[in-house]
Nanobody, 121 residues
C-alpha cells in the first residue's frame, strides 16, 4: 500500500534550477532515511543526497554547493533543490525511502519510478 512518487523533473538549460519532490503515501507508520539517487545512460547509479529523519544530510562531491535536500515529515515529503545545473547532471533521478509501515514492523526500502532531468542548451 506504500507508494513513493517523484516529480519535478524536466528540461533546463545549463545554469538553471529545478526542484524535485518525493512524496510517500499509503499506510505507513514512520519514514526514516530518504535518499536521492541518479543514473545516467552508461553510468553507475549513484547516491546524490541522503537525509535522515532529523534533517542531517550528506551529498555526493559532484553536487555539493549546488544541490540541497530537505524534508517535511508532516507531509511525508523530501525535496531536492538543484541549482547551477550542468549537462553532466542529466540523469533519471530516483527517490528511496526507508519506511516502517506499522508499529512493531521492520523498515523496508521503497523506490519511486524516477523522474527525468535533462540539462541541455
Amino acid at each position: 500500500q506504500v507508494q513513493v512518487v517523484e516529480s519535478g523533473g524536466g528540461l533546463v538549460h545549463p545554469g538553471g534550477s529545478l526542484r524535485l519532490s518525493c512524496a510517500a503515501s499509503g499506510t505507513l507508520f514512520r519514514i526514516y532515511t530518504m535518499g536521492w539517487y541518479r543514473q545516467a545512460p552508461g553510468k553507475q547509479r549513484e547516491l546524490v543526497a541522503g537525509i535522515t529523519r532529523d534533517g542531517s544530510t550528506n551529498y555526493a562531491d559532484s553536487v555539493k554547493g549546488r544541490f540541497t535536500s530537505s524534508r517535511d515529515n508532516a507531509k511525508n515529503t523530501v525535496y531536492l533543490q538543484m541549482n547551477s545545473l550542468k549537462p553532466e547532471d542529466t540523469a533519471v533521478y530516483y527517490c528511496n525511502a526507508d519506511i516502517k509501515s506499522r508499529v512493531g514492523g521492520s523498515a523496508e526500502a521503497y523506490w519511486g519510478q524516477g523522474t527525468q532531468v535533462t540539462v541541455s542548451s
